[in-house]
């Protein structure tokens, strides 16, 4: 069973909009919660990560919120652009063991 | 530095045949894995490796033996082909940060 669900599936947004990508997991054990993105042709590449100690961390235009009790936590890109269409990839692990990723969330910016 | 590096990018089989997916990093990191993507199912991990010597399977292990008798190097090896298997293949090796970084990927397509 997928140990981590990923929504919405698809997501377009226009230019200067909000994009926001959901993901819940199961495992209470996970303390590493990555995002990863990647481009069409190309392997995933780490956006951005967090673990649960935090609530939030944001790096530029992109944020990750996480609600422990809840066992959820959720990508934010603020004012997306159209070079931000990508597929996105959240994931979970416990620390330096596998790492199980979300089904991915293609999303397009449109300009 | 290279990263990693997957050969071949592109493969056509035919069901029954055998190839390996060849994949070396130049990072000096003792943790490497191979995941498969498949639409809507996102990334699964085949099998991974601690360390050279020693190799474990992941969650979809089935029709796939690795080896490991380099740090540089982890080969992933379909012994008998099946259309089952198409998909594209990504190697992936572990920072000390926790983060993966993964190879552009192969794609694998079986008749």
């Known amino acids: 069973q997928q140990q981590v669900k990923q929504s919405p599936q698809s997501l377009i947004v226009q230019k200067g909009g909000i994009s926001i990508i959901n993901c819940a997991y199961e495992?209470?054990?996970?303390?590493?919660f990555p995002w990863y993105q990647q481009f069409p042709g190309k392997g995933p590449a780490l956006l951005i990560a967090i673990r649960p100690d935090v609530s939030e961390k944001k790096e530029g235009r992109f944020t990750i919120s996480f609600n422990k009790s809840a066992k959820q936590f959720s990508l934010h890109i603020m004012d997306s652009q159209p070079g931000d269409s990508a597929t996105y990839f959240c994931?979970?692990?416990?620390?330096?063991?596998?790492?199980?990723f979300g089904a991915g969330t293609r999303l397009t910016v449109k300009p | 530095n290279a990263g990693v590096t997957q050969t071949p990018k592109f493969q056509v089989l035919k069901t029954g045949q055998s190839m390996t997916l060849q994949c070396a990093q130049d990072m000096n990191h003792e943790y490497m894995s191979w995941y498969r993507q498949d639409p809507g199912m996102g990334l699964r991990l085949i099998h991974y490796?601690?360390?050279?010597?020693?190799?474990d399977q992941g969650e979809v292990p089935n029709g796939y033996n690795v080896s490991r008798s380099t740090t540089e190097d982890f080969p992933l090896r379909l012994l008998s082909a099946a259309p089952s298997q198409t998909s594209v293949y990504f190697c992936?090796?572990?920072?000390?940060?926790?983060?993966?970084?993964f190879g552009e990927g192969s794609r694998l397509t079986v008749l």
């Open positions: 495992n209470t054990a996970f303390d590493y």
């Open positions: 490796s601690v360390g050279a010597g020693i190799t």
């Open positions: 992936a090796s572990r920072g000390q940060a926790g983060e993966l970084f």
């Open positions: 994931a979970a692990s416990i620390w330096n063991n596998d790492m199980r």
